[in-house]
């Protein structure tokens, strides 16, 4: 089945410590995004790319990386610098062209300060 | 700051009735225009898309757009129970970039 699988589902993260958050797509999609979503909030773009090797920062990319080293994986760190990480973070695809395609979403991943 | 603005809610109806959903947006540039549907827990799912002035219609649901008045409206007929979820409106920006631009969501409750 084609989809986006994010993984872990659940992640705790210590003081001090990066954690990489895995995003993998086999919809042959050419762009990938990193949102953010924190309760009763809309979700906020952190980082995303529209073709292999290149990305871009969102609106909230401090303390966060990411890398696009293949078309179909976009995976998303982060660093002891995000000092405020709990939430769900959620990873989506689109295809590319001229018309602006809709983004599909994974699971998420709910990340928690240890 | 690109803006896209919803009510929060709770907007409650009662089974079987006519749900309405609005939503408004800042950016005179902005062409695409989505619908998600976000259960408790769940990520968002694309129920609807809409590019041009009007209305799309795909099954129990009414997309509408309104350029000139920068403002989109979902319409859910025959409201059922499974369909109390947030409802979150999202623009692509202006300019190119395939940015989504997410409102904060409506929730609504479909009542026995």
């Known amino acids: 089945d084609g989809g986006i699988t994010q993984s872990p589902k659940y992640l705790f993260r210590k003081e001090g410590q990066n954690v990489t958050l895995s995003c993998e797509q086999n919809l042959n999609h050419d762009a990938m995004y990193w949102y953010r979503q924190d309760p009763g909030q809309g979700l906020r773009l952190i980082y995303y790319?529209?073709?292999?090797?290149?990305?871009q920062k969102g609106d909230i990319a401090e303390g966060y990386s990411v890398s696009r080293e293949k078309k179909e994986s976009f995976p998303l760190t982060v660093t002891s610098a995000q000092k405020n990480p709990t939430a769900f973070y959620l990873c989506a695809s689109s295809r590319g062209g001229v018309v602006e395609q809709p983004q599909h979403f994974g699971d998420g991943t709910r990340l928690s300060i240890l | 700051q690109k803006e896209v603005e919803q009510n929060s809610g709770p907007l409650s109806v009662p089974e079987g009735a006519i749900a309405s959903l609005n939503c408004t947006y800042s950016d005179r540039g902005s062409q695409s225009f989505f619908w998600y549907r976000q259960y408790s827990g769940k990520s968002p799912e694309l129920i609807m898309s809409i590019y041009s002035n009007g209305d799309k219609e795909d099954g129990r649901f009414t997309a509408q757009l309104n350029k000139a008045s920068q403002y989109v409206s979902l319409l859910i007929r025959d409201s059922q129970p499974s369909d109390s979820a947030t409802y979150l409106c999202?623009?692509?920006?202006?300019?190119?970039?395939?940015?989504?631009?997410f409102g904060t969501g409506t929730q609504l409750k479909v009542e026995l």
């Open positions: 999202a623009v692509i920006e202006g300019g190119g970039g395939n940015k989504l631009t």
């Open positions: 790319s529209q073709i292999v090797n290149d990305f």
